[in-house]
Each structure stands twice: as C-alpha cells, then as structure tokens.
C-alpha cells in the first residue's frame, strides 16, 4: 500500500504585530523627545592635543565668544545622593528655574511661571537681567539676537558673578566649564578666571578641540 504524503508548508511569521509595535514606538519618541536649543553664540575654541573629556552633566558653561562677550549656561539637572551616599539618578531638579528665581530677588524682579519655565528649557544666553523678561517673551527671532549683548562683569555690577556665585549655591555638585573662542582677549579670560577664584571655584575645565599629532623621528 503507498504512503500518504501530507503537503508541506513553509513557515509563515506574520509581521503585522511588530510594524504595529514600530509605529507605537516611533510616535512615543517623536512626542516625547525635546530638542536641545541652538546655542546663543558661535565659538570656535582653540585646539589642543588633550584627550579628557569634559563632563557632560551637572556643570555650569561660561561662554567667551571672539569678541569677548560673555554668556552663561547651566545643566537643568545634577547629581544627587541617597541615604547611603550613592549617587542616584535626577530628572525632576530644575536647577535653573531655581537660579532663575534667586536672580529675580537679587534684583527684585518678578517672573512667571511661564517664564522660569522657558528659562528652564533654554540654552545658554548673554544679557543684562533686566532683559530677561523681554528675550523670554519675545517670539521674534532678531530681538532676542539683539538682547545678547553678553553679561556685565564691569566693577559696579558684576553680574556674572551673581549667577556663578548663585549657581554654585543652587547645585554645590556642579563643575565648572570654561569655553572661550581662540580670538577671545586674554584679559577677558584672565576676568573670568578671577570671577571663578572669588566665588572659591580653583578647579575648572577648558573646552578646546582636539588636535592629533603624530609623532615624528629627529633626522
């Protein structure tokens, strides 16, 4: 008697699950993902042939643009500690809103809710704090371009050593960054540097590009 031969069938994965799963995804990340803002000035740093990293969280930015304007930038979160001593994982302290603030009683001027939160979200910026109000409401792009005209760091109204010495106080875990343009003058680093040392800030990190250089025998 012959044998029956059942047909054979090729394995068939339906895929409509997983491209259902995909889509979901994508939307998740495209409504839930926020975009760094473009930074306030353009800065070409100078280079150097060191390999170190600077840090990239829980730091505050001092900004030397080529024709030596300050600005200031602050990571919105940092680092905190447990009961233990381990550091721990942050997303909810809103360091710069808090900065925002202090600055706001320093000067007695008053900000929305509206307006930290902006603060909060933003990138780095350059202005007297009387302008804040205005470069934070102001939808027009060539406006708040002129507002930037850098933080005063004259004698009688050192601003930028407010928000150093209010940043410090705000997140005592934050390092310091210096990032100055390679065209910037030096006394205005050397300013910068003494602003740092009155605030009690000797340690602090030097932004510049790195440059490889090979090495080559003496002939």
């Known amino acids: 008697m012959p044998k029956i031969k059942l047909p054979t069938k090729s394995p068939h994965i339906d895929m409509t699950p997983m491209v259902d799963l995909f889509s ?22 100078p280079n150097s042939i060191s390999d170190k990293q600077a840090p990239d969280k829980s730091i505050i930015i001092i900004e030397i643009t080529k024709d030596n304007k300050i600005f200031f930038d602050m990571n919105r979160n940092g680092k905190t500690f447990d009961k233990n001593g381990k550091e721990v994982a942050d997303t909810a302290s809103h360091f ?40 934070l409401n102001s939808d027009n792009p060539k406006r ?9 760091t004259d004698t009688t109204d050192n601003q930028l ?7 410090r106080i705000t997140n005592p875990n934050a390092e310091v960054v210096i990032k100055g343009d390679a065209d910037a ?11 740092m040392q009155d605030n009690k ?10 440059q490889k250089e090979e090495a080559k025998l003496e002939e």
């Open 24 to 45: 979901l995804l994508l939307t998740f990340f495209m409504l839930t993902t926020s975009f760094r803002p473009q930074e306030a000035a353009k800065i070409d740093t």
């Open 201 to 210: 800030v000797n340690k602090f990190n030097l932004i510049t590009n790195l």
């Open 96 to 135: 710069r809103k808090t900065l925002l603030e202090k600055m706001g009683e320093r000067y007695k001027i008053i900000f929305t809710a509206k307006e930290k939160d902006k603060f909060d979200k933003g990138a780095s910026f350059g202005m007297p704090v009387v302008s804040l109000k205005e470069w």
């Open 161 to 167: 050593n407010l928000w150093v010495r209010f940043a």
């Open 185 to 195: 003058d030096y006394k205005t680093v050397k300013k910068i540097i003494d602003i």
């Open 144 to 152: 708040k371009a002129e507002l930037q005209i850098g933080i005063p």
